[in-house]
């Protein structure tokens, strides 16, 4: 069963994203090459990742 993880973009730094788990309480933050990511993420995207997919959150 694949896993389904909830994450905002805290901040952007040349080709990373630093993003914040929303699921569960944590103050971790997850360094993510923004080739993984969806081009038009800015700081504050709600992103969701499933099947080892990032796609973006309304």
């Known amino acids: 069963m ?3 993880f909830y994450y905002i973009v805290e901040s952007i730094e040349s080709d990373y994203a ?3 788990r929303t ?3 944590s103050d971790d933050l997850k360094l993510v090459a923004r080739a993984l990511l969806p081009p ?3 700081e504050g995207t709600k992103l969701k990742y ?3 997919q990032y796609s973006i959150i309304g």
């Open 2 to 4: 694949m896993e389904t």
């Open 18 to 20: 630093n993003l914040r």
């Open 23 to 25: 699921d569960i309480e």
């Open 40 to 42: 038009e993420i800015t």
């Open 50 to 52: 499933e099947m080892m």
